[in-house]
């Protein structure tokens, strides 16, 4: 009944909270008694206190001299009506999330929400700093991207914290299975499977890749890789598959790794990057060498974004995405602000291949 990982008189805190954003602690009704709590979690009084001062400062209650504590219907009404949008995102790096934005801002603006932004920088401790800092800020809905979604998360308390406030949370590209959660994700299993799949119908038999491994993105890309090459009854060279963290990639990419990097390279005659911005990095690294990309490599990335086609060659490309789902994010978490009702949204986006010129068709 209460959370667990927290102190125990903020727990009693959560469970009261979550008792009156849900209407069975009514507006201007009295709030359950020092003696009640105390009987209901077997706490001290002084615990039952410090947990009713937390709502005290949160505004959400208030005393009445000789006569009790109420459930204050001012500030929560105003935490009803409020018209912020609060999204955390990764970065900006990526051309697409850039745009998703752009979209969600103008969809917000016109049914007259606003926007703040957050970025967490592949970092779960400013994820957890922006929780933190929301959980005490009046917002209508929440849209994330997850970090480092294939680790475990250790901010799923605050997450459950604000599920438990019945705040509208929305997940976008990358989301946590621990959490029930809407989401809107692309099928990244598939996209591994349709660039494996491209490769094999072009001749190509030993296939490599580059994968993120502290990404759910990475791991399932690697998976629909893995499914498709066992369908096609072909052998998986794991010892030479490559793996970054979304804080690691630099040294990965370094003129002194080159040598290691090349040497694994040429155990194959095509690579998969799970992401544009790894593959660019991986063509600029290769300038230096006597591999080319595509008559001595065929490559092909995760992404379709600007990267992808202003590289030289321009990369053939999964695109994983719907190419409007900023708005589309945007008008759903207004149908659960409207609905908090709704039932689980889980939108899978089907990928696409787009073909360019980094893929040499072998004999």
Known sequence: MLNPNLPKYLAVAEWMKEKIYNNTFKAGEKLISENKLCEKFEISRQTARQAIAVLEEEG????????????????????????????????????????????????????????????????VTKEREHLL???????????????????????????????????????????????????????????????????????????????????????????????????????????????????????????????????????????LCDSDEVALKLLQLLFATSLQIPQDLSLISLGNTSFSQLATPPLTSIDSSESNIGELAAHTLIELIEDPTKASIHHTCQPTLVIRQSVKKLA
């Open 133 to 271: 800092a929301l959980l005490k800020t009046d917002i209508a809905g929440l849209i994330v991207e997850g970090t480092k979604t294939a680790l475990p998360n250790p901010n799923l308390d605050l997450y459950q914290q604000l599920l438990d406030q019945q705040l509208p949370l929305l997940f976008i590209n990358h989301n946590y299975n621990e959490l029930p959660c809407h989401f809107i994700m692309p099928d990244h299993a598939a996209c591994g499977q349709l660039a494996t799949r491209h490769l094999i119908e072009n001749g190509h038999q030993q296939i490599g890749g580059i994968f993120q491994f502290d990404s759910l993105k990475g791991s399932h890309f690697y998976k629909g890789f893995l499914t498709e090459m066992y369908a096609h009854h072909l052998p998986v060279d794991e010892k030479n598959l490559v793996w970054y963290g979304s804080e690691a990639d630099e040294p990965l990419f370094s003129p002194a790794h080159l040598p290691h990097l090349v040497e694994k390279l040429t155990h194959f005659t095509a690579i």
């Open 60 to 123: 959400l209650i208030i005393k009445k001299q000789g006569s009790g504590t109420y459930v204050n219907p001012i500030s929560l009404k105003a935490k009803l009506n409020t018209k912020t949008i609060a999204v955390i995102l990764n970065s900006l790096s990526n051309p697409q999330i850039a745009l998703a934005l752009t979209e969600m801002e103008r969809v917000f603006s016109e049914m007259g929400y606003q926007l703040t932004l957050r970025l967490t920088l592949n970092q």
